[in-house]
Nanobody, 119 residues
Framework: QVQLVESGGGLVQTGGSLRLSCVAS????????RGWFRQAPGKEREFVAR???????NYADSLKGRFTITTSNANREWYLQMNSLKPEDTAVYYC?????????????WGQGTQVTVSS
């Protein structure tokens, strides 16, 4: 059984930075995407970033240049560095381990971590 645990959320002012972490325990398959998604109040969950087993990254177009996804510890941990944060970045951020896009309920998800950006 795979478990994902996020951390690093919090309250930050506009223009500030946060680094989210996701730690995977249990059996983690190497050829899966490590990703980040977010869901703002009243909105659907949206893709933020992902990294694959070769280190190739993809980002939501609107977030390129501000967010960076990385991994460590044999891909058991992945991170989301968020810079120049804006109020519209306020959301619950979820990490995910999945094989096909978009990931669904059958994939692995963390419990979410709240990010709030004050104006």
């Amino acid at each position: 059984q795979v478990q994902l645990v996020e951390s690093g959320g919090g309250l930050v002012q506009t223009g500030g930075s946060l680094r989210l972490s996701c730690v995977a325990s249990g059996r983690t398959y190497s050829r899966l995407f490590r990703g980040w998604f977010r869901q703002a109040p009243g909105k659907e969950r949206e893709f933020v970033a992902r990294i694959d087993w070769s280190g190739t990254t993809n980002y939501a177009d609107s977030l390129k240049g501000r967010f960076t996804i990385t991994t460590s510890n044999a891909n058991r941990e992945w991170y989301l560095q968020m810079n120049s944060l804006k109020p519209e970045d306020t959301a619950v951020y979820y990490c995910s381990l999945y094989s096909t896009f978009p990931p669904g309920a059958a994939d692995y998800w963390g419990q979410g971590t709240q990010v709030t950006v004050s104006s």
